[in-house]
C-alpha cells in the first residue's frame, strides 16, 4: 500500500510538471506570436493571440486543484511540499506572463505605421529575451536546475537596460514628432510590458532556486510577486 501511495504521488508531481511545462510553452509562444503581429501590424494574429488567453487561465485553474488535492491527501513534506508549492506559485506568475503578452496584442490595433522608427527594431529584440528568459526558466525548473535559473535572474538587466534605452527613444520621439503621440505611448505600454515579462520569469527564477535548493537567491528573503498587468 506504501509503495502504491508513493507511486501514485509521483505520478502526481509528475501531472503538475507537465501542466506548469504546457503553461509556459503556451507562455512563450504567445509572446512571439504577440510580437509578430506587432511588427506585421496584423490584427488577425493579435486577436488570436488574446484568444489564446483562456487556454492559460483554464490550466492555472487545474494546478489550482491538482496542488489542493496533492496537499490535502498527501501531506507532502519538505522537498516534496516545496515542490508543490513552487509549482501553485509559478503557475500564477506564468499566468501573468500571459496577460502581458495578450495586453501587447491588445495594442497592435492602436499603432500607426511608421517608417524608420528605431524601438520597432529595438522592441522585438527585447521581446526575444523576455521570451529566452520564459523558456529557459521553464527548463530549470523542470530539471530542478538552479544554476540555470541563476542565469535567468542575471539575463534580467539586460532586459531593464534594454527598456531604459527604448523609452528615451520613445520620449524623445514624442517631443520631436507631437502627431505621432498616441503611437509611441502604446509602444511605451508594449515595451513596459516586455520588461515586466521579465521580471516575472526573474520571480520564477527565484522559486525555482529556492524549490531546488531550499535557500533563497542573493540573500533575498522572498521571491518577489510582480504587479499587476497594466
Given amino acids: 500500500m506504501a509503495e502504491h501511495t508513493v507511486k501514485a504521488f509521483d505520478n502526481e508531481i509528475s501531472q503538475l510538471r507537465g501542466l506548469i511545462a504546457e503553461m509556459g510553452g503556451l507562455a512563450e509562444v504567445a509572446i512571439k506570436d504577440a510580437m509578430d503581429a506587432l511588427v506585421k501590424r496584423d490584427e488577425t494574429k493579435a486577436h488570436?493571440?488574446?484568444?489564446?488567453?483562456?487556454?492559460?487561465?483554464?490550466?492555472?485553474?487545474?494546478?489550482?486543484?491538482l496542488a489542493v488535492?496533492?496537499?490535502?491527501?498527501?501531506?507532502?513534506?519538505?522537498?516534496?511540499?516545496?515542490?508543490?508549492?513552487?509549482?501553485?506559485?509559478?503557475?500564477?506568475?506564468?499566468?501573468?506572463?500571459?496577460?502581458?503578452?495578450?495586453?501587447?496584442?491588445?495594442?497592435?490595433?492602436?499603432?500607426?505605421?511608421?517608417?524608420?522608427?528605431?524601438?520597432?527594431?529595438?522592441?522585438?529584440?527585447?521581446?526575444e529575451i523576455a521570451q529566452g528568459m520564459v523558456r529557459d526558466v521553464l527548463n530549470a525548473y523542470g530539471a530542478r536546475d538552479a544554476e540555470l535559473a541563476i542565469e535567468v535572474i542575471e539575463r534580467d538587466e539586460k532586459l531593464d537596460n534594454?527598456?531604459?534605452?527604448?523609452?528615451?527613444?520613445?520620449?524623445?520621439?514624442?517631443?520631436?514628432?507631437?502627431?505621432?503621440?498616441?503611437?509611441?505611448?502604446q509602444l511605451l505600454f508594449i515595451t513596459r510590458?516586455?520588461?515586466?515579462?521579465?521580471?516575472?520569469?526573474?520571480?520564477?527564477?527565484?522559486?525555482?532556486?529556492?524549490?531546488?535548493?531550499?535557500?533563497?537567491h542573493a540573500g533575498r528573503e522572498s521571491p518577489v510577486e510582480g504587479d499587476e498587468v497594466d
Avoid: C, Q, W
Avoid at 50 to 63: I, Q, S, T
Avoid at 88 to 96: P, T
Fill in 162 to 185: 534594454f527598456y531604459d534605452s527604448i523609452f528615451r527613444n520613445l520620449v524623445a520621439h514624442m517631443m520631436e514628432n507631437p502627431a505621432t503621440i498616441s503611437s509611441a505611448a
Fill in 69 to 127: 488535492r496533492i496537499i490535502a491527501l498527501r501531506a507532502p513534506m519538505a522537498d516534496d511540499l516545496r515542490d508543490v508549492i513552487a509549482a501553485l506559485k509559478i503557475s500564477g506568475v506564468v499566468e501573468r506572463i500571459g496577460d502581458y503578452a495578450k495586453n501587447i496584442a491588445k495594442r497592435v490595433g492602436h499603432i500607426e505605421r511608421m517608417k524608420k522608427f528605431e524601438p520597432l527594431i529595438l522592441i522585438p529584440a527585447m521581446a
Fill in 48 to 65: 488570436a493571440v488574446v484568444a489564446a488567453d483562456a487556454r492559460l487561465d483554464a490550466l492555472e485553474a487545474e494546478v489550482d486543484r
Fill in 193 to 216: 510590458n516586455i520588461e515586466r515579462i521579465g521580471d516575472h520569469a526573474t520571480n520564477v527564477a527565484e522559486m525555482v532556486y529556492f524549490a531546488a535548493t531550499g535557500m533563497y
